[in-house]
């Protein structure tokens, strides 16, 4: 592969340990990785190509993009980038946005739109034989989804490191799941990824629940220093809730 910057060690350690905590990446898997255009799902996809040059692990990486159709959003930028990178890519539309207006029941177009988008991915990892789908959720987010279901679910829960969908044929990965959001910044300026700003714009266009556990967990960390270590600890039985996939 060529075009790619190597990530930092600091960034490279975490990846390491989440893949061998929960099993991530095995021989011969076929990794189908969901980049959106966003700071995170880039950083992973270098991290990932990065892994592929010197892992005893041997595993293919392939790349999809969803273009939902939303005003603002505009994936053309990556095309030049994917055709720079020695890495099969896939690039899927749907006017999600549209579709939303006529089929949603009680959801936000958010909760929609990322119901939406995993079919097709899951549709493209059948269509094109992909046994994984890598996604690019970080600690931040696993924290903001465990507090959103305590607070507002009555559940303990968030987001999972390694799991199979319900049809029992895909394995979901999350290789970013100890990696804090300031590191896939910061590496992404460094790196100078081609990052699409906003790039899902009808989730900046209003506030919601996401956003304010974010700002919530920034205000604590301001005066605890460990809140993301201990939130961390609390959430790893979580974040398999049982064996991890065979």
Request: proline residues 6%; glycine residues 6%; hydrophobic residues 40%.
């Amino acid at each position: 592969m060529s075009h790619y910057s190597k990530p930092p060690k600091s960034l490279l350690r975490k990846v390491g340990r989440a893949i061998a905590d929960y099993d991530l990446i095995r021989e011969g898997d076929r990794i189908l990785l969901g980049v959106s255009g966003g700071k995170d799902s880039l950083s992973l996809l270098q991290l990932l190509a990065h892994l592929q040059t010197y892992a005893p692990v041997k595993f293919e990486l392939g790349i999809l993009t969803v273009d939902p159709e939303v005003e603002g959003f505009d994936p053309s930028s990556l095309t030049d980038y994917y055709q720079h990178l020695g890495l099969p890519w896939h690039y899927a539309q749907q006017p999600i946005m549209e579709e939303a207006k006529g089929h949603m029941s009680g959801d936000s177009f958010c909760a929609y739109c990322a119901r939406m988008k995993r079919g097709i991915m899951y549709s493209t990892c059948r269509e094109h034989g992909y046994n994984a789908l890598a996604l690019a959720q970080h600690l931040d987010d696993l924290a903001e989804s465990f507090l959103m279901s305590a607070f507002h679910g009555g559940q303990l829960r968030t987001m999972k490191a390694h799991y199979l969908n319900d049809a029992g044929d895909i394995r979901i990965i999350r290789p970013l799941v100890y990696v804090r959001e300031t590191q896939t910044a910061a590496f992404a300026m460094d790196a100078n990824l081609p990052v699409i700003p906003d790039s899902c714009p009808a989730c900046f266009t209003m506030p919601t629940q996401r956003e304010h556990m974010k700002q919530l967990l920034a205000q604590e960390e301001k005066t605890n220093k460990n809140l993301f270590s201990s939130l961390l600890h609390a959430m790893r039985p979580l974040m398999t809730e049982g064996a991890i996939p065979k």
